[in-house]
């Protein structure tokens, strides 16, 4: 099984030393991740550039600013991720997103950031990764607005409308290790949907641990394999093809140069 783990978080208050973590995933099948760098607080956006120099043969960076911090970034975080965008080893912009769920920054200013990095994107011409939670319209509305069309719905919870209409769009959608979770049905109905070649697997280590890892802090890029597995059952396709084909997907979606 060949794998790339479309999202992942590796800062070192998680994980200490990121070669151990490479190492446990080149052992399930991971031959490549995408590592996100985030606005930590102002005047920061974190390891994974770091982490991706270290490692440029494992590990390629996103950088953005999520929904959650949207109200902290300062002017000069902003001038700092135009500048960081724009460097060729950076693959996409993002997180950014919505999130009406915990609301730690004002609607307002989220959406504001929201469009401003859709922006960059355009500017920078990458693809943007997004997260959304209870915010579907809202998201959907600011993507139209700005016309992008490349990208991926990062962790996709949502439920097959709410699939059809990203998808309609031209985003990717990418699976996470919830699938995997009891009471899901209707995003399993929405993966059981959507095109294969339209999906990308994730961890967003070190959070949501698929199953039989559920519960298990802190979920890592190696346990991947197990999203691909049920997004396999659901299609009633093989593993392995699954795997490859949304390695395949992320890869091209981002500009990987990946063996695979």
Same mark, same amino acid.
């Given at each position: ?90 693959? &996409? ?18 959406? &504001? ?49 709410? &699939? ?87 890869? &091209? ?8």
């Amino acid at each position: 099984m060949k794998l790339i783990d479309a999202h992942c978080h590796l800062e070192t208050k998680d994980f200490p030393v990121t070669q151990d973590v490479i190492d446990r995933a080149r052992a399930a099948g991971v031959v490549h991740a995408v590592v996100v760098g985030l606005l930590q607080k102002p005047g920061d956006f974190g390891h994974a550039l770091a982490a991706a120099q270290a490692h440029s043969d494992f590990l390629t960076p996103t950088i953005g600013v999520h929904p959650h911090d949207a109200a902290q970034a300062t002017r000069e975080d902003w001038d700092e991720l135009a500048r960081l965008a724009a460097l060729p080893h950076v693959a &996409a912009i993002g997180e950014t997103g919505l999130d009406y769920f915990y609301d730690h920054s004002p609607r307002e200013v989220q959406i &504001a950031m929201f469009h401003r990095q859709c922006q960059l994107a355009q500017q920078v011409n990458k693809p943007i990764v997004i997260h959304v939670r209870d915010a579907h319209d809202d998201c959907f509305e600011v993507l139209s607005n700005e016309k992008m069309t490349r990208g991926m719905i990062h962790c996709f919870t949502g439920d097959l409308a709410a &699939a059809r209409r990203y998808l309609d769009l031209g985003f990717h959608l990418s699976i996470s290790g919830v699938v995997t979770y009891k009471k899901t049905e209707p995003l399993q109905e929405a993966v059981t949907f959507a095109p294969l070649e339209r999906l990308l697997v994730e961890t967003d280590s070190p959070y949501l641990s698929p199953v039989p890892f559920r519960g298990k802090w802190p979920n890592e890029p190696g346990r991947v394999a197990e999203t691909a597995k049920k997004v396999a059952q659901l299609k009633g396709l093989d593993p392995d093809e699954v795997a490859l084909t949304c390695a395949k997907n992320t890869a &091209a979606l981002l500009g990987l140069r990946v063996q695979l």
